[in-house]
């Protein structure tokens, strides 16, 4: 990273500090919050932030690697939470055993998807618009054969994470949940970032990102790291799926709202950087933490939306712009 990158992240992180102070205190002052109520929402609001910053990044992958927008990452969500639903209550696997399983075969669906799907297009030169299409009709397939097998009735099954609250310094109650979620996507996120940084495999992903043909010129298997790429983009999305399935709801209609929450993510984020999606989706769900609880639950994804359009109008680079350097 050179210098002037680093001094827009540092600029970027120090205004981020700034707004959230201006933020609590106006929480205290004008909505009769505590301090130990904002930590607490604060801390539930990064847990649903980080489910929301899995699904963006695996769109954030995708569109680096192949250039195109996987409309339907939100449904992988969906169909992830429903198969680790039937793992744990119909085949009575344990909820661990389950969430391994759920991974792999998002997984292996990953990159099948992207040889039915992109390969398929790619050989047909096709058009951006021809793309977009696909990808919207593999969502709503996705959807209506998840309401066909499992029905219109959401579903959950156990919490494997505890329901007896823990208490921290200063009165704060947290869930065991909320660690358990934030810490599982941490070190996933922590592996990709390795993954990403310093192994060969992370290398040609970058290569294929700045410059697909050079990277094939230059001996990388481009077509098997763009199937590399969308294979982990759905095992992320699987793992939110198995987490967000056993705290909410498992229903046909979370795969909308994780798609919408994670393109949100994106916007205020920075489209096509990875940390601008894992900033944009904390974002979101603080953002959403805070209205359902201060406002009305009825209002926060009206203030949520409205911060995306915000972010559209006066800041469409988002809070982080991927910078792409060629070498020659």
Known sequence: MNDNKRSRYWITALILIAVIAVLIAIFILFFDLTWTNIAQLFIGGISIGILYALPALGITLIWNAA???NFANGDYVMIAAYVTY??????????????????????????????????????????????????????????????????????????????????????????????????????????????????KVGIAMRATTQNRTSAAL????????????????????????????????????MGLSFGTKAFAANIVGGFGSPVGAIVGGLIIGIVETFSATVVSSQMKD???????????????????????????
């Open 67 to 69: 250039g195109v927008f």
């Open 86 to 199: 039937t793992c744990v209550s119909t085949l009575r696997l344990p909820f661990w055993v389950s969430l391994l399983v759920v991974m792999a075969l998002m997984f292996l669906f990953g990159i099948a998807m992207e040889k039915l799907v992109v390969n398929s297009l790619r050989k047909q030169n096709a058009v951006a618009q021809k793309s977009l299409i696909s990808f919207i009709a593999l969502a709503l397939t996705l959807r209506f054969g998840a309401r066909f097998i499992w029905g219109t009735i959401p579903l959950t099954y156990p919490n494997p994470f505890g329901s007896n609250p823990i208490t921290l310094p200063g009165g704060i109650v947290i869930m065991p949940h909320v660690f358990w979620i934030i810490g599982i996507c941490l070190v996933l996120m922590l592996t990709l970032l390795f993954l990403y940084r310093k192994t």
């Open 218 to 253: 230059m001996g990388v298997k481009t077509n098997q790291i763009v199937s590399l790429v969308f294979g982990l983009s759905a095992l992320i999305a699987g793992l939110a799926g198995s987490l967000s399935g056993c705290i909410f709801y498992a229903s046909t209609e």
């Open 302 to 328: 009206i203030i949520t939306y409205s911060l995306l359009i915000f972010f559209l109008l006066f800041r469409p680079k988002g809070l982080f712009k991927l910078d792409i350097v060629e070498k020659v």
